[in-house]
């Protein structure tokens, strides 16, 4: 609570006090005559000042700007015509319960606020440097890419870099939501905002502090209230054209009905009590709270949300679209299957091993992992790339082959038993025109990816798609394995871009599409998805530019949780209009009709903002 907010708690609970006793005073002593009225009007005025005096006053200024309606103008009216007919009590009462709701609707605004600042206090505050053999303290945006920091236990990183020196457990929590420290080695990328927990490492910066992940997300964090949701563009509308409609309603209440009806003062308080239910702060306040909380929920979990407007669109989705490589596989061949020929499974990888020696080709690099063992260089000779067949080379002399099935079929070498157990790219060998065996070389389904996708099933996701440019039957092997049914492989980058706009296209038309990428090559994706969203995007520029949704830590089941959130933050938005209107309408025709007092009305306006704002709290809490 900051000094304004004690101050005004004061100022309310000083005016109470004398209500309390005004209250006593008008039941138990009675004046004479005329003098009964005034000098109740006058002590009561002493409380309804004290609550209200800032309202008269902010009501008064925004006329004389010209912009008169607004839930100031309505109160003091309101009030201030309870006054005039001699309601002195209730004019007092409603100025001081308005003023409690609006005390706890700025409490609940600025906790929310500092829950979201604590979850993102990863700005650092300092960067140590070794100067002389003394560490010194500088600012973060004094440190060039290339030096050398120094980080205690308990610091935080101010720059991202790769450790050089030392060891040490880091707290990623703030980045990422995640509980469990992670261990940082010589060589390991360290990224600003994380908390050295126990060893004293030294970092080589990578990238000034204006471009290091820390800046970002603090950048798109601050951002993220700009960009507005449907509902809430729709409630600044609705608010810009209700409040003067209420006010002429009001009017109609107390003008029309005493023309045929008579008792004018009757329909006149009952005008007053319709323009204190009028008010729509309950919406005006805890619509923009609930994307607000939603995005600060998000960012507890290690998710990044550009804007409100994507969080309400990330929460209508049905169709997800994933890219297969590098999102829901690692992008890293690997040997899955290894079929001999005559010899054993070492000996035909150690043929393909120095087969590929010379190339740098990812399926190259798989195979020699898969070795294990040295290369004597002497023994090869007369390395030759064939190119879209794959690799001759002379290995103590005899000619070995390492391709593909046409390599092998071009000099007329047979191939035992062609169908694999495994999907892949199968890579044949033969050894002096004797074929020798095959290797199949896969991507490895990421940690995680088979739950994520049980997950983004289980919380309503109606349509999941694989796009991908691997064959036909590889991307349907990942397919079956994560349990997704619709796939379309061989695709080209631009092919990836046409294919969802058919997904668009077809998807039903309050929905929306998500597409899930590694932030890199699948940008102009990203982009033309209804919401992108990044994985793998820890320190990645191009992933932060061109998704709408960023997974700090290249967690898949992440995807789930803002998908959750989101649905979450817009349910509770729809709760909070449909209960704020309910009410309110259904109070104003019951004042109108004289079966709702001033009494009513003050609960219909700040007893409904109050439990709306409480219910948009919710969406901070990340299930």
């Given amino acids: 609570m900051n000094n304004k907010q004690k101050k005004t708690l004061i100022r309310i609970v000083i005016a109470f006090v004398i209500f309390l006793i005004c209250e006593v005073v008008e039941h138990i002593v009675k004046f004479p005559g005329i003098w009964d009225k005034l000098v109740k009007g006058i002590i009561f005025a002493v409380p309804y000042l004290i609550a209200g005096y800032d309202v008269l006053l902010k009501a008064v200024k925004n006329i004389t700007k010209g912009h008169v309606f607004d839930e100031n103008f309505l109160m003091a009216v309101a009030t201030v015509g309870a006054y005039g007919t001699g309601e002195f009590g209730e004019a007092a009462a409603v100025m001081l319960f308005y003023q409690v709701g609006e005390w ?86 360290a990224l600003s905002g994380c908390i050295n927990q126990s060893g004293v490492i030294r970092i080589k910066v990578s990238r000034e502090f204006d471009n290091s992940t820390v ?77 607000f909380s939603g995005i600060g929920g998000a960012s507890k979990a290690g998710i990044l949300v550009k804007g409100s407007n994507y969080l309400e669109l990330l929460g209508k989705a049905e169709t997800i679209v ?164 619709t796939v379309y492989a061989e695709l080209m980058p631009g092919d990836k871009v046409e294919q969802v706009e058919r997904l668009l296209a077809e998807k039903k038309e309050n929905s929306t599409l998500i597409f899930v990428g590694d932030g890199i090559n699948d940008a102009p994706v990203l982009m033309r998805a209804d919401v992108g969203i990044a994985m793998g995007a820890m320190g990645q520029d191009a992933a932060i530019e061109a998704a709408d949704v960023v997974l700090i830590d290249d967690n898949p089941q992440k995807i789930a949780v803002a998908y959750g959130i989101a649905k979450k933050t817009v349910s509770i938005v729809k709760q909070n209009i449909v209960f704020a209107l309910f009410v309110k309408i259904l109070v104003m025709v019951l004042g109108a009709l004289g079966l709702a007092g001033m009494w009513a009305a003050v609960f219909a306006d700040v007893g409904v903002a109050f439990l709306a704002i409480l219910n948009a709290t919710r969406a901070l809490k990340v299930s």
Avoid at 126 to 137: F, I
Avoid at 453 to 466: L, S, T, Y
């Fill in 322 to 485: 994933f890219d297969k490589t590098g999102t829901l596989t690692k992008g890293v061949f690997k040997v899955v299957e290894v079929e001999p020929s005559g010899i054993s499974k070492q000996e035909l990888i150690a043929l393909a091993a120095y087969g590929e020696y010379y190339s740098n080709h990812p399926i190259a690099a798989s195979i020699k992992a898969a070795y294990q063992q040295d290369i004597e260089l002497s023994r090869l000779d007369g390395y030759q790339e064939l190119s879209g067949m794959g690799i001759r080379v002379m290995l103590d002399g005899r000619e070995i082959l390492v391709g593909n099935r046409r390599l092998l079929n071009t000099r007329n070498i047979a191939i035992e038993n062609e169908k694999s157990s495994k999907v892949g790219t199968v890579l044949y060998v033969a050894d002096d025109g004797v074929y020798k065996g095959r290797i199949t070389i896969a991507d490895e389904i990421k940690d995680g990816v088979r739950q994520a996708i049980a997950d983004i099933k289980a919380c309503g996701m109606e349509r999941v798609v694989i796009l991908s440019g691997d064959k036909k039957e590889v991307a349907e092997q990942v397919a079956a394995e994560l349990g997704i049914d």
């Fill in 104 to 189: 706890f609707q700025k409490y609940a605004v600025n906790r929310s606020r500092n829950n979201i600042t604590e979850l993102m206090n990863i700005m650092p505050e300092y960067a140590n440097m070794e100067r002389d053999g003394q560490l010194v303290k500088v600012e973060p945006y004094e440190v060039a890419v290339g030096d050398i920091i120094v980080v205690q236990p308990g610091e935080k990183i101010p720059l991202d870099g790769d450790v050089v020196d030392g060891e040490t457990f880091v707290d990623t929590a703030a980045l990422t939501g995640e509980s469990v420290p992670r261990k940082l080695v010589v060589g390991d990328e």
């Fill in 215 to 291: 800046a970002k997300i603090l950048e798109l964090v601050e951002n993220a209230s700009t960009r507005k949701a449907e509902y809430e563009q729709f409630i600044t509308r609705f608010a810009k054209y209700y409040t003067p409609i209420v006010c002429f309603a009001a009017l109609a209440v107390a003008f029309i009905p005493p023309i045929f009806l008579g008792d004018f003062w009757m329909w006149f308080h009952r005008a007053l009590v319709f323009l204190v239910v009028s008010c729509p702060c309950a919406l005006v306040i805890s619509i923009p709270l609930s994307f």
